[in-house]
């Protein structure tokens, strides 16, 4: 899954004003983030493999320690602790239920879509309902629950001014062109390492944009 992950960052600022937005784009992200760089190191393997499944080209046979439900759970930890270490939020306990929330909430939602290749511990078993076997219900799910979000989000603050009335838009449009550019046939399918490389490029933009939307938005008095 790539964008729908962003609905439940949405949703989480949509909930509380506890943590910025741009923030919970990265928690949603937080364990793909690593899954790249761990790709680009070989502490974890993949390869790319045409048609694999028909919404992804992506055999990830070997991710135990970013994509396991323990690994998850652990960087849920790691990342909310990390947060309220460094932002020093007023209501610490809220915080860190929204930043871990949101990076375990990637767990979840790559369960639907991914085949049986998300490890519980390490290795076998295996788990994943493999919506990703179809592009249209795959992809039908992922733009549903973004936009869902977005909505909500946006009905839960006011803008600053005009480019406030605008970024959410701007930032929902980026993640659907990016999302339909990941999808569209290629003539020639890039490595693992260059698919990494991109992928850390398209999860840094929204976190960018994200921040401009917190600078552009404040909550509904
Ligand atoms: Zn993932």
Known sequence: MFVGHYAA???GRAASVAVPL???????????FLWAGFILTGIEEARVVDGFVEASNLDLHHMPYTHSLVGSLFWSVIFAAGYVLIARPQNWKLAALLTGGAVFSHWLTDLIVHVPDLPLVYGEPKVGFGLWR??????????????????WFVRRTVPNGIVGRLSPWLLLGV???MQLVSH???EELPSIQAFAVQALIAFTVPVLI???VDATRAAKP
């Open 184 to 186: 569209l046939p290629a």
């Open 210 to 212: 994200a921040a401009l």
């Open 134 to 151: 179809s592009l249209l219900w795959s992809q039908a799910l992922e733009v549903t629950i973004l936009l869902a979000g977005t909505i």
């Open 175 to 177: 993640l659907l062109v």
């Open 22 to 32: 741009w923030v919970l784009f990265f928690g949603v992200q937080f364990v793909d």
């Open 9 to 11: 960052a949405f949703a």
